[in-house]
C-alpha cells in the first residue's frame, strides 16, 4: 500500500479537487491508497480568527467570519456536486452546528484554552475530507472516511501534541485492515486525540507527519507528498531565481534541511519514515508525470547541489559565568539543564574560553523562562529577530562575513546567524 498526502493548496477550491480526484483515479487501481488530506487552502487560519475574534468579544466579525468559513465550503460543494449539492450539506452540517456551539462558548467565555483551539482547528480537516470523500463516491470511486481521531492517539500537549506509538500503533493496525486495490481510504492530517477521545493538532502544517506515521505503520511502499512546487528545491526559488529541483535527498540530508527551516515538509515527516525504511516522495500534482524529489532511496543522496535555506526570527543567547571562571563542562551543563527545563529549541551552538553561545528558535514565554533561569549565575545578552542562514552541501570555499553573530561549519554545510536576511 502507499499514502498519498495532500495539502491545503491542493484543495484549495473545486477544480483543485478534481484535479486531486483525477490523481486518485489514476493510481487506485495499482494498489492500495491511504489519502491523508489538509484543511481546504487557509481554511486552519480562517478557523484561528474565527476563535481570535470570539476571544475579544468581536460579535460581528465573529459571525462574519463563521459565514464566510461557512460559505466557502458551501460554494465548493455547489461547483462540485450541481443539484446534488443539497443533499451533501445536510450531511455536514452537524460540523457547522457543532462549531457554531463551541463558538458561542467562546465568546461567552471571553476565552479559549488551548484544548478548545484545537477542537475549533478539527474542523477544517473533518470538513475537508468528507466534502472530498463524498466527491470521490459521486463520481465513482469506492473509498471509506476515517476519522483519523480514532487512531491518532496523542498527549495531552494541546495545538502542539506528541504521537503516543504505542497507543497509535496499536489503533491504526486495528483501523486499517481492510485496505485493497481499487478502493481508497480518506484520513485527516494533522488532528488526533487524547487516550480520552478528547480532540488534539499535532502543531501547524502537521499533516505530513500524520501521513509519515500512518506509512510507518502499515509498512507502505513509499509516501507521497503532492505540492505545488516540482519538488524539493535548492532554495526559496522568490529569494535565489537559480534554486534548482533536487532528484535525491538522504533521509538525513531532508532532516537537516527542514531543522534548519525548509519549510517543505513538516521537520517531524522522517524521522518515522527512516526507522521503518520508507521512501518519501515530493511531487507536483500540476504535473503528475513529472519526477519529484525522493528522499531514503538507498544509494542515492544529493552529491552536487548546494541548499540554500533562510530561518527568520531567530534569537542569539550569549552566555558567561558571573565570576568569569572558564565556560567548563559543568557550566555547560548547568546551561543544558536550564535550556531543557525552559523547553527551549536549540538550533546552533557555539563556544569559548568564558563564553557559550546559542541559536534558538524564537519562543517569546520560553525563551524568557531560560533567561530567567539563566540570570542568577550568568550574564546573558539576548539578541531577538535574526536570520540563521545555512548553505548545506556546499562543495566550494566559502567565506563566513565579517558582520555575522555566529557561525560554523560542520562538514560541507555551513550555518550563520546574522541581523541581515540578504548577504
Ligand atoms: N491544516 C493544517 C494547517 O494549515 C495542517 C496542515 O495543513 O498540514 O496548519
Ligand atoms: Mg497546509
Request: with cysteine.
Amino acid at each position: 500500500m502507499i499514502v498519498f498526502k495532500f495539502g491545503g493548496a491542493s484543495v484549495k477550491n473545486a477544480n483543485s479537487i478534481i484535479n486531486v480526484a483525477q490523481i486518485l483515479k489514476k493510481f487506485y487501481h495499482q494498489q492500495a491508497i491511504v489519502v491523508v488530506i489538509s484543511a481546504m487552502d487557509k481554511t486552519t487560519n480562517a478557523l484561528e480568527d474565527l476563535a481570535k475574534f470570539a476571544t475579544q468579544n468581536l460579535k460581528e466579525d465573529t459571525w462574519n467570519q463563521f459565514k464566510k468559513i461557512q460559505d466557502f465550503h458551501y460554494q465548493i460543494i455547489d461547483d462540485l456536486f450541481k443539484n446534488q449539492s443539497e443533499e451533501i450539506k445536510k450531511e455536514i452540517e452537524p460540523f457547522f452546528i457543532e462549531l457554531e456551539a463551541i463558538t458561542k462558548g467562546i465568546l461567552l467565555l471571553g476565552d479559549y484554552p488551548n484544548r478548545i483551539w484545537d477542537k475549533v482547528m478539527a474542523f477544517g480537516e473533518l470538513l475537508s475530507t468528507k466534502i472530498i470523500a463524498s466527491y470521490l463516491s459521486f463520481i465513482g470511486i469506492e473509498n471509506q472516511w476515517k476519522d483519523a481521531r480514532t487512531f491518532i492517539i496523542t498527549d495531552h500537549q494541546y495545538r502542539q501534541a506528541d504521537i503516543i506509538g504505542s497507543l497509535t500503533n496499536q489503533k491504526v493496525k486495528e483501523n486499517f485492515q481492510n485496505l485493497k486495490k481499487g478502493f481508497l481510504t480518506i484520513t485527516q492530517g494533522y488532528i488526533g486525540s487524547t487516550p480520552e477521545g478528547i480532540t488534539t493538532t499535532l502543531g501547524r502544517e502537521g499533516s505530513d507527519y500524520t501521513a509519515s506515521i500512518l506509512g510507518a505503520i502499515l509498512d507502505a511502499e513509499k509516501v507521497v507528498v503532492w505540492k505545488d512546487v516540482a519538488g524539493i528545491m535548492s532554495g526559496d526559488p522568490k529569494k535565489f531565481p537559480d534554486a534548482q529541483k533536487i532528484d535525491y535527498l538522504s533521509y538525513e540530508q531532508a532532516i537537516e534541511m527542514t531543522f534548519y527551516g525548509a519549510t517543505v515538509i513538516h521537520p517531524k515527516t522522517i524521522k518515522p519514515l527512516k526507522n521503518a525504511n520508507i521512501p518519501l516522495e515530493v511531487k507536483c500534482f500540476l504535473d503528475v508525470d513529472a519526477n519529484g524529489t525522493w528522499i531514503g532511496i538507498p544509494g542515492h543522496s544529493n552529491q552536487n547541489t548546494s541548499i540554500r535555506i533562510i530561518k527568520k526570527n531567530v534569537t542569539v543567547f550569549n552566555i558567561q559565568p558571573k565570576d568569569f571562571s572558564f565556560m567548563d563542562e559543568t557550566w555547560t551543563s548547568t546551561v543544558y539543564n536550564y535550556a531543557t527545563k525552559a523547553g527551549v529549541k536549540v538550533l546552533l551552538v557555539q563556544s569559548s574560553a568564558i563564553s557559550l553561545q546559542l541559536c534558538l528558535e524564537f519562543h517569546n514565554t520560553r525563551n524568557k523562562e531560560f533567561q530567567n533561569l539563566l540570570t542568577e549565575e550568568f550574564w546573558v545578552n539576548v539578541q531577538n529577530d535574526l536570520y540563521l542562514h545555512s548553505l548545506l552541501n556546499c562543495y566550494q570555499p566559502f567565506c563566513f562575513e565579517d558582520k555575522i553573530i555566529m557561525g560554523q561549519k560542520i562538514g560541507k554545510n555551513y550555518h550563520w546567524v546574522s541581523e541581515n536576511e540578504n548577504l
